[in-house]
């Protein structure tokens, strides 16, 4: 059974930094490609960042690049999404996401809230 749990979310001034965690179980991280989302208040899911050990492969949405760095600890079965430069319109619940064919895995969500 697939399973996502995020955790690292907060309140953080603009200009601060955040590190999310999603612990994954029920699959190896690194067999797979492993997504960050965010959706904000008001507005569709985006995709933010993306990952795949597998095929030394990252992309990051134009919105996010230069500041938000993923990566895998595959000794802990953990992504990581490292936020820097955080800008008020980085508010959103952000989300680990993992496909298998026409199904996506998904956690609970994480709030991350830039703020001053």
């Known amino acids: 059974q697939v399973l996502l749990v995020e955790s690292g979310g907060g309140l953080v001034q603009p200009g601060g930094s955040l590190r999310l965690s999603c612990a994954a179980s029920?699959?190896?991280?690194?067999?797979?490609?492993m997504n960050w989302y965010r959706q904000a208040p008001g507005k569709e899911r985006e995709l933010v960042a993306a990952?795949?050990?597998?095929?030394?492969?990252?992309s990051y949405a134009d919105s996010v690049k230069g500041r938000f760095t993923v990566s895998e600890d595959n000794a802990k079965n953990m992504v990581y999404l490292q936020m820097s430069s955080l800008k008020p319109e980085d508010t959103a619940v952000y989300y680990c996401?993992?496909?298998?064919?026409?199904?996506?895995?998904w956690g609970q969500g994480t709030q991350v809230t830039v703020s001053s």
């Open positions: 996401n993992t496909q298998r064919g026409i199904f996506d895995y």
């Open positions: 029920g699959f190896i991280v690194s067999s797979y490609a």
């Open positions: 990952i795949d050990i597998t095929s030394s492969y990252t």
